[in-house]
């Protein structure tokens, strides 16, 4: 599947045990029909990533979290797809980090340098790299959470003036509030909620509450940053594509309707075949 790739954005009920219904929902309970994956992403469309793993297989997105180094219990079933398993935000930064850095998953340190007193290092350690995924699966998912910040529910963080990606996460009832976010030397991740799980408060979302905290230090950790842009892989070839004029379902809500996007080599015919066999 590529950013383009269209996943029905409507109800959806699950029979569980008991006679009783699993219904997930969207933000304030809205549809907008068949969506890009690229903008279900961007605006936290809950129906279209339960029906994404629901294709996919739940077995199969845990073994990707794995690689990406989430090491919590992930409860087997499709409530996964909105976050229903307690991670770290350590655990969190981790994962989104492997997109930042073009597919190599760290084991993070917390003592990197070790100096007496005229400065002389006596102790230091490197990152220790592993390759998670491909540097171009990577891109993408960089590609697409920069337009997470570009259009959707992370487009306060665009005013830090820099090539930004990242993601907003609210649970159920407004428990918990997240934004991990990234620029190319930088990640870093901000939880919001209570120790005893009380709700924060009728729309206390990620891009509201935690959101605000991520940007203010960001703002000072990047001051004289001259940070230069995503780099791009060799194996990442670009597509201008205008999203009416090319027949893909447009939302209100979308912004631009022409954009550049990228594709792993060879995945852009893919994309074209699954557009036709999308749901109704």
Do not use: C
């Amino acid at each position: 599947m590529t950013e383009l790739s269209i996943v029905r954005d409507g109800p959806l009920s699950f029979r569980m045990a008991l006679g009783k219904y699993w219904q997930p929902q969207n933000y304030q309970d809205r549809f907008f029909g068949p969506v890009t994956l690229r903008t279900a992403l961007a605006h936290s469309l809950n129906s279209v990533a339960v029906r994404l793993v629901e294709r996919l297989g739940v077995d199969r997105v845990i073994r990707q979290a794995r690689k990406l180094g989430i090491e919590s219990r992930l409860e087997r079933n499709l409530s996964l797809s909105l976050g229903s398993s307690s991670v770290s935000l350590l655990e969190m930064v981790r994962a989104y980090s492997v997109f930042a850095s073009g597919g190599m998953r760290a084991k993070p340190l917390f003592i990197t340098r070790v100096s007496d007193r005229e400065g002389k290092v006596l102790e230091e350690s490197q990152p220790d790299l592993e390759r998670a995924i491909s540097a171009e699966i990577a891109y993408i998912m960089t590609d697409m959470l920069r337009n997470a910040i570009q259009s959707g529910t992370g487009r306060a963080a665009a005013e830090l003036g820099l090539p930004l990606a990242g993601k907003t996460g609210t649970s159920s009832d407004f428990r918990d509030a997240w934004f991990v976010g990234y620029t190319p030397e930088l990640v870093t991740g901000v939880w919001v909620g209570y120790d005893d799980h009380r709700p924060l408060g009728e729309k206390e979302t990620g891009g509201r509450t935690a959101l605000p905290f991520w940007l203010a230090f960001m703002r000072e950790a990047s001051r004289d940053s001259e940070t230069d842009d995503f780099p791009v892989p060799t194996g990442i070839e670009w597509s201008a594509v205008n999203l009416k004029a090319n027949g893909y379902p447009v939302p209100l809500f979308e912004r631009s309707l022409e954009t550049n996007i990228p594709f792993a080599s060879g995945t852009r015919v893919t994309e074209l075949k699954l557009q036709t066999e999308s749901e109704p």
